[in-house]
């Protein structure tokens, strides 16, 4: 069965770019006959607001959308993601991190030679140097610490080729060191978005993965992930972002015009298609 999510935050107002990519998952869901499911992602608790949550599930059911109830809420299933995390690090494939992001950002400066991403500068590797003794001392000192994914150890326990299926162009082959040693838990943080989403989707029984592009880096440490934890690969469909007239993509912190703005100004859920570029 086609099983597919739309999986917004509770941090702000949804506003139009959101508003495209439900639709584009709604139809594709309707298209094929299968399941469109909503999932809160809340798992970053200082930002996320319950009012938020509330305002979501509004601007979604005024634009005709439905999905079974009760939708996942990230917050309910931490002990999920532990369970997860554990796996990892009784195989060894995860470090305790130590560093700031003003350390991180120091540590760059100081290598101009340090390897680069798809989002930028990669984790310089600092904390992975650090003697088990010396890590273990910091943490009994109550240090604050981050956990990360070793990703050569990681990517060294897979023997086979990894890959994923992406609709519009085929067969992908995965490069998980793109995003390097990514964080997968911080303290205030039982779980970093790349280690829920792919523990969500495993449980959710996803099949079509369909989102922004401006996540398709992140598949290639997802993909990693899933084979790390034995999980099932879906399929996945990466769409284009809506943007301003700049060309900029529309966000929350730019301020976009949200949902409920527009639904104030006289928009009809079928004025808000149009705008999405999809047909009523």
Not at 206 to 231: E, F, K, M, P, W
């Amino acid at each position: 069965m086609f099983i597919t999510r739309f999986a917004p935050s509770p941090t702000g107002r949804l506003h139009l770019g959101h508003a495209a990519s439900a639709l584009a998952v709604w139809q594709a869901a309707r298209t094929a006959g299968g399941q469109f499911l909503l999932r809160i992602e809340d798992i970053d608790q200082p930002r996320c607001r319950p009012e938020y949550e509330a305002a979501i599930i509004e601007d979604l059911r005024w634009l005709g959308l439905s999905w079974p109830a009760p939708a996942r809420r990230q917050s309910d299933h931490f002990d999920d993601y532990r369970a997860a995390l554990a796996r990892l690090e009784a195989r060894g494939l995860l470090y305790p991190c130590f560093c700031t992001r003003a350390d991180i950002r120091r540590e760059i400066k100081a290598s101009p030679g340090a390897g680069g991403g798809p989002d930028g500068p990669l984790y310089p590797g600092t904390c992975h140097n650090l003697t088990s003794g010396e890590s273990r001392r910091r943490q009994q000192a109550g240090q604050p610490f981050a956990l990360r994914l070793n990703s050569a150890k990681a990517r060294a326990t897979i023997s086979n080729p990894l890959s994923w299926h992406e609709e519009t162009v085929g067969t992908v082959t995965a490069r998980p060191e793109l995003l390097g040693d990514a964080v997968l838990a911080r303290r205030d943080i039982p779980a970093s978005y790349h280690l829920a989403v792919t523990v969500d989707d495993h449980l959710q029984g996803i099949t079509h993965v369909i989102r922004g592009n401006d996540l398709y880096h992140s598949t290639h440490l997802h993909r990693l992930l899933q084979a790390l934890l034995g999980y099932r690969t879906p399929v996945y469909r990466h769409h284009p972002l809506l943007r301003d007239d700049d060309g900029l993509k529309l966000s929350k912190r730019d301020g976009a015009r949200s949902l409920a703005e527009l639904r104030r100004n006289g928009a009809s859920p079928a004025e808000i298609r149009r705008l999405c570029h999809l047909d009523d």
